[in-house]
């Protein structure tokens, strides 16, 4: 097959990461695949394979994640055999593409849909949704047939494929490279600073925290919101112990150095965070948002809290933080069985593939 994968920008967020990760194994796997992307460039740029055909709709980055300048033309000199849109812009113009090829849209976001995105779904071949919540929404609220909704979640990103003693060697590491004293628990969130991603309400739960046992919170990323979430962290005495450990390309390490994954977004569709800090062993605490529930298995790998219970929030990291090693153990086995199974790569990978197969007509017919 002939696959060409729309994205607006290649920034550090989630679905830029399954878009790459995608292309990759499309390509390794003998298909002709395309990257096209509006702007040049990006955090993740260098993370395409060389088997993959990259391409960008702006002649230089003009920071306009909207501009996709000769679009169509683009599209049809690579004559694919199918479209697969990735991101919000690129599913708001994908219904310009539906003349050209057939087109599979993505619903991977909680927010709501601009006009175009959903004239993009009603014109689409099929849709993708990250999540069974991102799918019925889209029957209930939009009014798509259940037939034109597959459900494929998202793919680990970054299985672990460190053994016990490089885990411990790395935990050690970042520990050290951030002032973080060995005994203490570490709270780790890996997000883009984006309003929707809420890390300032992290901050304001962790507040009402205990001193003992020690413990910190480490915030991952880069972004719009971040310098707001260092005065907030500053203005509640909590410089000490939240770290901004920046944009890290590969998180593996950030997980092996943590303790339990936290997360107070306002808008999923699938946390891509959540099932790799779960693949890694850290149990998860998160608040209640679309897709949030289909990450974890509760109460066994982790726990969704209502949306603003900052005090049922707190009670479940003094929890996690005062628990026992077998505990903490016996959480840490459960959360890498149930990401491990469940969003293996391979696994969605070939979900994709045999959607599109279903999609595309058989040759000679």
């Known amino acids: 097959m002939r696959l060409l994968i729309l994205q607006d920008h290649l920034r550090s967020g989630g679905t ?26 990006g955090a993740l740029a260098g993370t395409v394979s060389p088997a993959v055909a990259r391409s960008s709709l702006q002649s230089r980055d003009f920071g306009l994640d909207w501009f996709a300048p000769g679009l169509r033309r683009q599209v049809r000199a690579r004559q694919p055999d199918l479209i697969l849109l990735m991101g919000r812009m690129a599913n708001c113009l994908g219904w310009r593409l539906t003349p050209l090829a057939p087109v599979v849209a993505t619903m991977r976001t909680g927010k709501p849909l601009p006009a175009w995105f959903r004239r993009t779904l009603r014109a689409s071949r099929h849709v993708v949704a990250n999540s069974r919540e991102a799918g019925e929404h889209l029957v209930r609220t939009h009014g798509l ?8 979640p998202n793919s680990l990103v970054f299985p672990p494929e460190m053994g016990t003693a490089a885990a411990a060697s790395l935990r050690a590491e970042w520990r050290a490279r951030l002032g973080t004293p060995s005994e203490a628990r570490v709270l780790l969130c890996v997000a883009m600073f984006r309003p929707e991603k809420n890390q300032r309400e992290l901050i304001d739960i962790v507040h009402g925290l205990p001193d003992a046992p020690a413990w910190e919170l480490w915030l991952a990323g880069d972004g719009t919101a971040l310098s707001a979430c260092r005065r907030r962290a500053a203005e509640t005495g909590l410089a000490h112990r939240v770290r901004f450990p920046g944009f890290i390309a590969d998180p593996s390490a950030l997980y092996a150095a943590a303790d339990v994954a936290v997360h107070a977004s306002r808008s999923e569709a699938l946390s891509n965070f959540l099932i790799e800090a779960q693949a890694h ?18 109460g066994e790998t982790g726990w969704m809290i209502p949306r603003g219970d900052h005090a049922a929030f707190r009670e479940r990291l003094r929890d996690c933080l005062g628990s026992g090693t077998e505990v903490r153990a016996g959480r840490a086995r459960a959360a890498r069985a149930f990401a491990r199974e ?24």
Request: charged share 15%; glycine share 8%; aromatic share 8%.
């Open 16 to 41: 830029e990461r399954q878009s790459i990760l995608l292309a990759n194994a499309f390509a390794a796997a003998g298909h002709a695949t395309t990257l096209l992307t509006f702007r040049p460039g």
């Open 342 to 365: 469940n969003f293996a790569p391979a696994r969605q990978v070939g979900a994709y593939l045999e959607l599109f197969a279903r999609l595309l007509p058989s040759p000679g017919r």
């Open 145 to 152: 047939p259940p037939e034109k909704i597959a459900v494929i």
């Open 281 to 298: 062993g850290l149990p998860v605490v998160a608040a209640a948002a679309q897709g949030i529930e289909e990450c974890f298995l509760p």
